[in-house]
């Protein structure tokens, strides 16, 4: 069993930047980020496999949003630029021990217990 802790949620203006951190108690293979705003399903933000090289992002994010990992400390970050309003949600840490290559919160067996981004106009 892995777990997980967010850190690094807060809040900021609009255009502000944020980076949050997920540190696993384990090696896993597929970590990403999922986010859920009030009254909205929890949806896909970003993926990164082991090595670093694979990653993936909701369009939503793109050119915007940077994930990365160190897994000398078996962390994974968010790094979050020009925050919108619309990016205010509870963010979630998700890891799996297999390689995953979608954009559904099933694929993952382990989450973190989420950490608050509000973004401000």
């Known amino acids: 069993q892995v777990q997980l802790v967010e850190s690094g949620g807060g809040l900021v203006q609009a255009g502000g930047s944020l980076r949050l951190s997920c540190a696993a108690s384990?090696?896993?293979?597929?970590m990403a980020w999922f986010r859920q705003a009030p009254g909205k399903e929890r949806e896909f933000v970003a993926r990164?496999?082991?090595?670093?090289?694979?990653?993936y992002y909701a369009d939503s994010v793109k050119g915007r949003f940077t994930i990365s990992r160190d897994n000398a400390k078996n962390t994974v970050y968010l790094e979050m630029n020009r925050l919108k309003p619309e990016d205010t949600a509870v963010y979630y840490c998700?890891?799996?021990?297999?390689?995953?290559?979608?954009?559904?919160?099933?694929?993952?067996?382990?989450w973190g217990q989420g950490t608050q981004v509000t973004v401000s106009s």
């Open positions: 384990g090696r896993t293979v597929t």
């Open positions: 998700a890891a799996d021990n297999r390689l995953r290559l979608g954009v559904t919160d099933r694929e993952y067996d382990y």
């Open positions: 990164i496999n082991w090595s670093g090289s694979g990653t």
